[in-house]
């Protein structure tokens, strides 16, 4: 059962990460997320329990991700994609609208459209200027490219039953893709370039992210005049994860980075059973959130913040899309499900629905005001 389970989640796209403000409202009213997500080919924000469309019908949109200040996805006309921005819209101040008086409502946000077409793929990640487009993603036959500025800069495609589960750009340069090869074993590459996976393991990687390194404050040198200061650039560095273990052995957590591949040691408080199907980078690490499998396949939510897993208690089932590890509330996961309520807030102690969203719909990001880990 838990096996099944586990293949029917990595068939979504990994969301990216958001974080809860977990304070109080008025009374016996929890306050939670802001969500961005998109459904029925529309895109909408959920506060609350609210669900505010940011889209007109017709257009048929998918959101890819969310920035700090605007979100990007794409159209899809039959099987083209054309791509696109839109500023966030601006985060209200309910108190100052009860006091005002009733305006119309406000035009959706204005889509700003790209030049140039793509196939529609299966998986994308933008920034600034560039794109990763991944094709055939869980097909066995996939194929990536990578675009600057609308040129095509690099681009690759297999026939030998691989599946891609993570796909990422770095901030400035390079790209990852990741997954599993034909025989189970993680698979991944780093800006083309392969990276042995230990031998004889079984498994496959679900994140890929890059992390900026804390400065080491107690390392810098003495404060220089103002006149001969230079802005130092940050570290990025890439990493991924999923889930592995030798042979037939039960998988733990499963690093890739500076260090190379690497888990925690049992004594360190890592259980086994463990599948992390989401990560972000948060505050110079990397955090992410699954699953925990009991010995009677029980699943229960699993978070890694950085230097240690998360096991707040709990049981649940469904799809993870979204999750924090630094809310004020503790952890969390956006979790959708086969029957009503369609997705719940699982925190471990309980399991809160959130009203409004419906089996169409697709929870992608956080609004990044209520994310102190989104990038």
């Keep these: 059962m838990v096996r099944a389970f586990l293949l029917a989640a990595v068939l979504l796209p990994v969301a990216l990460a958001g974080a809860q403000d977990a304070g109080e409202g008025g009374p016996g009213e929890k306050k939670g997320p802001v969500l961005f997500g998109d459904g029925a080919g529309r895109l909408?924000?959920?506060d609350t329990g609210e669900k505010t469309f940011l889209s007109a019908q017709g257009l048929n949109l998918v959101l890819g991700g969310l920035g700090e200040k605007e979100l990007w996805g794409w159209s899809l006309d039959r099987d083209q994609a054309r791509l696109f921005t839109m500023k966030l819209p601006k985060k209200k101040d309910k108190a100052a609208d009860a006091k005002a008086p009733k305006a119309k409502t406000e035009p959706p946000p204005v889509l700003v459209y790209d030049r140039g077409q793509y196939p529609a793929p299966d998986r994308a990640d933008r920034v600034a200027d560039r794109l990763l487009l991944v094709y055939g993603a869980l097909s066995g036959q996939p194929r990536w490219e990578v675009w600057q500025a609308g040129h095509k800069i690099a681009a690759r495609a297999y026939d030998d039953g691989r599946l891609v589960y993570a796909a990422s750009l770095g901030p400035l340069s390079g790209w990852m893709i990741a997954g599993r090869t034909s025989d189970g074993s993680p698979w991944l590459e780093v800006t083309g370039e392969t990276v042995p996976a230990p031998d004889g393991w079984r498994?496959?990687?679900t994140v890929a992210a890059w992390v900026?390194?804390?400065?080491?404050?107690?390392?810098?040198?003495?404060?220089?005049?103002?006149?001969?200061?230079?802005?130092?650039?940050?570290?990025?560095?890439?990493?991924a994860a999923g889930w592995g273990a030798p042979g037939t052995a039960t998988p733990r957590a499963l690093f890739w980075g500076p260090e190379g591949w690497t888990q925690p040691e049992p004594h360190d408080s890592a259980s086994?059973?463990?599948?992390?199907?989401?990560?972000?980078?948060?505050?110079?690490?990397?955090?992410?959130?699954?699953?925990?499998?009991?010995?009677?396949?029980?699943?229960?939510?699993?978070?890694?913040?950085?230097?240690?897993?998360?096991?707040?208690?709990?049981?649940?089932?469904?799809?993870?899309?979204?999750f924090s590890t630094k809310g004020k509330g503790g952890p969390f996961l956006v979790v959708r499900h086969t029957s009503a309520p369609w997705f719940t807030l699982e925190d471990g102690k309980e399991s809160q629905p959130l009203e409004g969203l419906d089996e169409d719909d697709r929870v992608v990001a956080v609004a990044p005001k209520d994310a102190p880990e989104a990038r």
């Design 272 to 322: 086994a059973g463990v599948y992390p199907l989401l990560g972000v980078a948060a505050d110079g690490v990397l955090t992410l959130a699954g699953w925990q499998a009991d010995t009677v396949g029980i699943l229960h939510p699993w978070f890694w913040d950085g230097t240690g897993e998360v096991t707040p208690g709990g049981d649940s089932e469904g799809i993870p899309q979204a």
């Design 203 to 205: 498994g496959r990687l």
């Design 44 to 46: 909408w924000q959920w």
């Design 212 to 239: 900026e390194e804390k400065k080491d404050d107690a390392a810098e040198t003495p404060a220089a005049p103002a006149a001969e200061k230079k802005k130092t650039p940050p570290v990025i560095r890439p990493w």
